[in-house]
């Protein structure tokens, strides 16, 4: 029988990514994010392969996230997978000098809008006695790098989250695997840097940066794996990268 994953972030990088890898291996795709045209665009790239619907909130909006869940049809409900990947870093500044907005982004999407859809989507998945959460953090959440530390903070929460996810929820039949990429190519960069193309694309100039399948290779992986296994926790780093801030250049 085919599994439904509901995936948050599913408009670019990783998320999109772990929507085509799922698509190539039939499992059936909610896809989220705040525009509505990426949605559709990847909605209709992949719907050729596997069933797919779209839900368009923002997770830091609580209401919203609690009334997108509940907005879905009864056979939609029935989640074998969530895959916690929206959010971004908003820029990269000292404690004293650092935006708040950009701090109230950050904590807002990437801790309490993670629990928002947790609280919304684990329910249905107690009600079934099964299922798998995926959570992407980051490197930046074991490793704390200068001028980042409020993204390293919302990083290092989601670690956290996941270990009590895994705790909570194992007794239950739900398995949860934390993720936490170094280095991926995808939007992150032009998101932290505002836009500044020249800024993000030098980020991942003078090395092979990972690619956002290759981080949609291992939750794959992750979630096939069968019953007796949990993955509990990967960290994947690009080949010239030996820690979060420490990447060999040419
Ligand atoms: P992208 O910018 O390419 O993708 C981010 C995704 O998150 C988009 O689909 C975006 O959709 C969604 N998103 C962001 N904020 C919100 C929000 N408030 N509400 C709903 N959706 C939101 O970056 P990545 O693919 O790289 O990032 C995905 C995850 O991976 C993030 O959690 C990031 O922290 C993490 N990560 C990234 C790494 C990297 O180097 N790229 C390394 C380690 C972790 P939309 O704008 O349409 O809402
Ligand atoms: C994204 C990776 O090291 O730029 O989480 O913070 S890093």
């Known amino acids: ?3 439904i994953a509901f995936i948050t972030g599913a408009t670019s990088g990783i998320g999109k990514a772990t929507a085509e890898a799922f698509a ?3 499992i059936d795709l909610i896809l989220c994010g705040r525009r509505q045209e990426r949605l559709d665009e990847v909605a209709a790239e992949l719907s050729s392969k596997v069933k797919v619907t779209t839900l368009v909130f923002d997770v830091r909006d609580k209401g919203a996230v609690i009334a997108a869940v509940g907005s879905l049809p009864d056979n939609w409900k029935n989640i074998d997978i969530l895959v916690n990947n929206a959010g971004n870093a908003h820029g990269l500044g ?16 990437n801790v309490k809008g993670l629990l928002y859809v947790s609280k919304a989507v684990i329910p249905l998945l107690l009600e079934r006695g099964k299922g798998h959460i995926v959570n992407i ?3 930046a959440g074991k490793q704390t790098y200068a001028n980042g530390a409020v993204y390293c903070a919302s990083k290092a929460a989601v670690e956290v989250i996941s270990e009590g996810m895994r705790l909570e929820l194992t007794q239950h039949g739900i398995k949860t695997t934390n993720v936490a990429p170094g280095a991926v190519e995808t ?3 032009l998101v932290r840097f505002k836009g500044d193309e020249t800024r993000a694309e030098k980020v991942y100039q003078g090395f092979d940066p990972l690619q956002a399948g290759d981080i949609a290779d291992a939750i794959l992986y992750a979630v096939n794996a069968p019953d007796r296994v949990t993955i509990a926790d990967i960290t994947i780093l690009a080949g010239a990268q030996s820690a979060a801030t420490v990447i060999h250049r040419k």
């Open 1 to 3: 029988m085919s599994r």
């Open 24 to 26: 190539g291996v039939g």
């Open 94 to 109: 000292t404690l004293d000098e650092g935006d708040t907005d950009d701090w109230d982004a950050m904590i807002d999407g």
């Open 137 to 139: 953090s980051s490197i």
């Open 187 to 189: 939007e992150f960069s």
